[in-house]
């Protein structure tokens, strides 16, 4: 059984996932940031890879791609970084990100690399479906990743249900049909989730996008098996004097 999948056998409800892009504050904030993730409660990491042309993404996250890119962040870069991450990291660890710098790096080689450094799973949301199961699926499947993907209020019930027979891990539930950091109407919010609850999926199903407090958690995860939050994270740590204690305290008032 995956790492991901061990979550959420264990924790049923209210599973928190923290959303922090590579390299961001500084180039080697990356594994710091992860511990203090880790150290305070959270459930699964999701690290983003930044990119300078990412298609969902607002413009908090857009702007720490930018800083972390400035920085000198790049795959090599993050993978040497990550190399001994399970050392000291037990979490599950996903890498978010855009098929483009995936492809230049050698997707085979990409897989292999995360499969060597302990990841345990991909969000690439500009992944066609097509390609995936007839050229990219068996090589992620091959290297022991999970692989998810996401679904809006727009997609349609078969195509939830495709999407969801596609993937491992979790199912990523978009909140709406808008960029990352938008605020949404959770009440809106909850009846697509107890919608997506009643197509009986096999997969557990966390949602994202303008998931931002304490508050919007709960409402989020009363209608799923938790939330990712990214945003709002990103804010709190953007020019923090001490990054890794307003992390810490962050999600501390998240789960507390």
Known sequence: MSRIKTVFEHKKAGVLNVYVTAGFPSLDSTLPLMQAIQDSGADIIELGMPYSDPLADGPVIQSSSLVALQNGMTLETLFAQLKDMRKSIRIPV??????????????????????????DGLI???????????????????????????????????????????????????????ITGSDKNMDTVGAYLERLKDYGLRNPILVGFGIRDKASFKQ?????????????????????????????????????
Request: hydrophobic fraction near 45%; proline fraction near 5%; charged fraction near 20%.
């Open 124 to 178: 690439l949301p500009d992944l066609p479906e097509f390609e995936y199961e007839h050229e990219y699926g068996p090589v992620i499947q091959r290297n022991g990743l999970d692989c998810i993907f996401l679904v809006t209020p727009e997609t349609s019930e078969a195509r939830v249900k495709r999407l969801d027979s596609m993937s491992s891990g979790f199912l990523y539930a978009v909140s709406s049909s808008s």
């Open 220 to 256: 989020a995860a009363a209608h799923a098996n938790g939330a990712i939050i990214g945003t709002a994270f990103i804010q709190a740590i953007d020019k923090a004097k001490d990054p890794l204690a307003t992390a810490k305290t962050f999600i501390q008032d998240i789960i507390a």
């Open 94 to 119: 996903i890498l978010m990100g855009y098929l483009n710098p995936v492809l230049q790096y050698g997707f085979e080689k990409f897989c292999r690399s995360a499969a060597e450094a302990g990841v």
